[in-house]
């Protein structure tokens, strides 16, 4: 069974930083492709980023969408299997529920909620 655990959310004012964490159990995250999603009030689940290993590499290849790349930062500790979400330089149109997601399993986490304040 494949459990996701995100924490980290909160109230940050604009221009503020939040780092969010997904504790992963089940599979080992080296050697699996982990996302972010995230979903504001009233619209769709969109994906945020993603970090993987191609197979042989033991070093983490990650993307981003366009409208947080050069903000967010998406890095892992293997040792604690564990996946982070640094996100800087907040928006108020960051405001949503962040969820992390298991891609080979399609497994999901529960969400961890940010607001952002104008």
């Known amino acids: 069974q494949v459990d996701l655990v995100e924490s980290g959310g909160g109230s940050v004012q604009a221009g503020g930083s939040l780092r969010l964490s997904c504790a992963v159990s089940g599979i080992d995250i080296s050697r699996n492709n982990i996302a972010w999603y995230r979903q504001a009030p009233g619209k769709q689940r969109e994906w945020v980023a993603s970090?993987?290993?191609?197979?042989?590499?033991?070093?983490?290849?990650?993307v981003y969408a366009d409208f947080v790349r050069g903000r967010f930062t998406i890095s892992r500790n293997n040792d604690k299997n564990t996946v982070y979400l640094q996100m800087n330089s907040l928006k108020p149109e960051d405001t949503a529920a962040y969820y992390c997601?298991?891609?080979?399993?399609?497994?999901w986490g529960q969400g961890t909620q940010v607001a952002v304040s104008s």
């Open positions: 997601r298991s891609v080979a399993t399609d497994s």
């Open positions: 970090i993987w290993s191609s197979a042989g590499k033991t070093y983490a290849d990650s």
